[in-house]
């Protein structure tokens, strides 16, 4: 019984590793394309900043420790470029190799999609999505010393890829084509970054298309991604409305025996309660766990997602979960939304101003998102709002939370609470 998984990365390796763990007997094969296997992808701005010195510190594990640790084999440079799912077995590039399955995990990631402009196959423009992006920019940087960086995308690749040009001394400008920043519709979360990127001399123009590269001499293409699905959907697999692979709860695709996990694939979100195209590390690796268990003869579900993601722009945190009330209004909700600005810990402790923003259903009274943003404690608030979400709770749920408090590390009266107790007055 072989268990072949396509991709080397998160999702991958995740259900690779999850399904050795079940079944000790079964064969497993994973296929990579690439030259790099189990990297961590979110580390790469912090790479090309600088801070993480060695890229050999983001590759988590290599072929060999999986072939001697865990009796899984992993193929690099073995790229799939097609599946035959009534043969069960996929054919590679080199030498047109066909490779049996009994079970199949696809794994294929996602990759940047490009902006149509002039100049945008030109040397100077970039991508920052795999280990070898990082370093032919890094090596860019080196050679060419450009010194104005132009960032095209306010996502938040786009944003953490600006600060780490920023702080290496490069003239910043990001563009975006909608207005606002993160695809949030939240022109208050706008304000904020804006107003930090500014304190950075960091120039963000919100509404404008890249039409040429204007004299720019460096330019990251930071503009979204497209999920690698075009061997799936050519075996039969079906997309969904975003374009990624569709699963079922137990991340199965319509083809028995052939599971998808990660940025290839779509994820039941939670608040809307339709499928959603968030790829995020953190579901990749959950969904892969599921998918490899569930391939080696386990029954598994994934329980979804709330959307929850955080970011570092020059020092501050800017997180969110679940939908701005942009979004929910979009979604059919009738949303309320509060906003409080509160110390982070006590004021003796160095505590931080952060802005927390709640956004409930006038209707139900149940809680649709948040977002947070501020130099301390952002991180330990949006987890307590996607708990929140994960659990459908209502506005007066959130008022009862018995929070964690000591002076050095929160207030009395929670930022996430005092945002609760303001809009429980308007639901
Ligand atoms: P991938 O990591 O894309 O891996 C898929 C693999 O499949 C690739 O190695 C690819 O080469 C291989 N492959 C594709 N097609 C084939 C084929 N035909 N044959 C063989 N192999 C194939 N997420 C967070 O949660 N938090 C963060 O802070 C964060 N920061 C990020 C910062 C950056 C700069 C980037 C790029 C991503 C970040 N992410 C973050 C996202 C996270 O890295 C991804 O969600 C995660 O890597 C997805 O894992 P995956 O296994 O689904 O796909």
Not at 47 to 56: C, F, H, I, M, P
Not at 130 to 152: C, G, S
Not at 250 to 259: D, F, I, K, R
Request: one cysteine or more; hydrophobic letters at 40%.
């Amino acid at each position: 019984m072989r268990l072949l998984v396509i991709g080397g990365v998160a999702a991958g390796l995740s259900a690779a590793s999850r399904a050795r763990r079940i079944d000790p007997s079964l064969e497993i094969v994973v296929l990579e394309k690439g030259a790099d296997i189990s990297y961590g992808a979110c580390g790469l701005p912090y790479y090309l900043e600088g801070r993480v010195r060695d890229a050999g510190q983001l590759k988590v594990y290599t072929p060999e420790y999986f072939r001697t640790e865990r009796n899984i084999a992993v193929r690099t440079g073995a790229r799939v470029v097609s599946i035959s799912h009534a043969r069960r077995e996929v054919v590679l590039d080199r030498a047109a190799e066909r490779v049996h399955y009994d079970k199949l995990v696809i794994a294929t990631g996602a990759r940047p999609r490009t902006a149509d402009f002039e100049g945008a196959a030109s040397p100077q423009v970039f991508t920052l999505h795999t280990l070898e992006d990082a370093e032919r920019l890094k090596t860019y940087l080196r050679d060419k010393q450009p010194k104005h960086a132009l960032v095209i995308g306010a996502g938040y690749i786009g944003l953490e890829t600006a600060d780490a040009l920023r702080r290496n001394g490069l003239a910043v400008t990001v563009v975006e084509q909608s207005p606002d920043v993160l695809g949030r519709g939240d022109a208050e979360l706008t304000k904020a970054v804006r107003e930090r990127l500014e304190r950075f001399r960091v120039v963000l123009q919100l509404n404008t298309r890249v039409s040429d590269l204007q004299g720019y001499d460096l330019a990251i293409m930071a503009t979204g991604l497209r999920p690698n699905v075009e061997i799936a959907a050519e075996a039969g697999v079906q997309l969904g409305p975003a374009g990624a692979i569709r699963v079922d709860e137990h991340m199965e695709t319509n083809l028995p025996g052939v599971y998808a996990a990660g940025d290839c694939a779509e994820a039941p979100h939670l608040v809307t309660g339709r499928p959603a195209y968030i790829p995020l590390g953190t579901t990749a690796n959950k969904m892969g766990r599921v998918a490899g268990a569930n391939a080696a003869g386990r029954r598994e579900r994934f329980g979804g997602i709330v959307g929850t993601a955080i970011l570092n722009v020059f020092g501050m945190g800017v997180a969110f979960s679940g939908l701005s009330a942009g979004q929910a209004r979009r979604e059919g909700f009738s949303p309320v939304s509060a906003r409080i600005t509160a110390n982070s810990r006590a004021g003796y402790f160095d505590g931080r101003p952060m802005t927390v923003e709640l956004v409930a259903d006038s209707a139900t009274r149940r809680l649709l998102g948040g977002s947070i943003w501020g130099e301390d404690g952002v991180e330990g608030r949006i987890n307590v709002i996607a708990t929140a979400l994960y659990n459908r709770m209502r506005v007066e749920d959130l008022e009862q939370l018995d929070l964690a408090y000591a002076p050095p590390f929160a207030t009395v009266w929670d930022p996430v609470v005092i945002a609760a107790q303001q809009l429980s007055k308007m639901v």
